[in-house]
């Protein structure tokens, strides 16, 4: 009798994922395999496909053709509701936080979206609501504590320095309580002080909750330290693939991002 019992289901997997718009190849032939508790890092120059994958992956936008699995579950048609339910978190190119919310609301609404019935049951006094609201609250304490946001809470999320917005935009993704977190661009903005905290928090959410993380990053500091593995994008395509070492090695990726001259 044939076994599958050997090779444990990817986390993650796209199988020939392929955007287009109008004709503009943004995304094709895509292939990415991730294991739980993985760290693999997206390259590739602006354009190049990195946030269509990142939308594909999340429900935000439908493929072309292609597919993708979540533990060998098709979620390649999901709305972005469903596919955070079953265990996906994201965040944006560009900072998209509740301005007028204050920083632990922002969490705490992300935290109750992954329970939506507990509000109505709060609202009859049921205790399994209030034991899920006070379960959320602690959640978000434990995330603002992580992302040094703790003493900030009680702020309006709008008057957060730059750096605390995008930790803050992590910690709400971890609030709907993820198996992978995904981040576009994250280090995009802030100082060589603050990407390298920005690294050390990363690991320390894989560490601590068991997360694989796919991250979208140009710091090639960050990717080069904190991913395991690094897949190369170029003109929608997957142009390398491997330790972040061997990518670097690599001609034809050296040739199409990193800049050939300086290989001289
Ligand atoms: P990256 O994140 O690697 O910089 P993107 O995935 O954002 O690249 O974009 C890939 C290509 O697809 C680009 O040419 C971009 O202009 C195009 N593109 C992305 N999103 C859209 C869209 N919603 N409508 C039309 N073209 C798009
Ligand atoms: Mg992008």
Known sequence: MPSDTA??????ETR???????????????????????????????????????????????????????????ITNLLPAQVSRLGIARTFQGTRLFGQLSVLENVLVAAQLRVPS??????????????????????ARELLALTGLEKQGHLRAASLPYGDGRRLE????????????????????????????LAQLIGNLRDRYGIAV????????LVMNLCERVQVLAQGQVIGEGTPAEVQASARVREAYLGSDDAA
């Open 7 to 12: 090779v444990p289901k990817p986390l993650l």
């Open 16 to 74: 020939d994922l392929a955007k287009s718009f109008s004709g503009l190849k943004a995304l094709s032939g895509h292939a990415l395999q991730v294991r739980e508790r993985e760290i693999v890092g997206i390259i590739g120059p602006n354009g190049s496909g990195k946030s269509t994958l990142f939308n594909l992956v999340t429900g935000f936008l439908r493929p072309t053709s292609g597919a993708v699995y979540l533990r060998g579950q098709a």
């Open 118 to 139: 507990t509000l109505l049951g709060v609202l009859l006094g049921l205790p399994a609501a209030h034991a899920a609201q006070q379960a959320s609250a602690g959640i």
């Open 170 to 197: 992590i910690a709400r993704a971890m609030a709907t309580r993820p198996s992978l977190l995904m981040l576009d661009e994250p280090a995009a903005g802030l100082n060589s002080g603050e990407t390298r905290a």
């Open 214 to 221: 796919i991250v979208i990053e140009h710091d090639m500091d």
